[in-house]
Nanobody, 122 residues
């Protein structure tokens, strides 16, 4: 079982990035995918989640209206589209998967990707 997060990079404020979370080893259809981010010295923060049924849940109000989640079960991949990026969005972004439901905390998620760095310059 493996989750591979990719798509991070350096972008100027106001720019966009799309993160991908490619899953191998199980079928993504029955799993929710949560996106988290973490900066040094801080706890991992839940950002958004997409459930197995396709519904999305926003956990970080700071990204409302700017970030969206989606999934392509045929490709076994979930996505985090990040628009209007701000310097405060700079973090290591992780994807995580768990059966069916979304959770606001990291603990319930059983499967994690390795993280992809997003750096937003001002």
């Amino acid at each position: 079982v493996q989750l591979q997060a990719s798509g991070g990079g350096l972008v100027q404020a106001g720019g966009s990035l799309r993160l991908s979370c490619a899953v191998s080893g199980f079928t993504l259809d029955y799993y929710s995918v949560g996106w988290f981010r973490q900066t040094p010295g801080k706890e991992r923060e839940a950002v958004l989640c997409i459930s197995s049924s396709g519904g999305s849940t926003l956990y970080a109000d700071s990204v409302k209206g700017r970030f969206t989640v989606s999934r392509d079960n045929a490709k076994n991949t979930a996505y985090l589209q990040m628009n209007s990026l701000k310097p405060e969005d700079t973090a290591l972004y992780y994807c995580a998967a768990e059966l069916q439901n979304c959770y606001p905390d990291a603990a319930p998620y059983g499967y994690w990707g390795q993280g992809t760095q997003v750096t937003v310059s001002s």
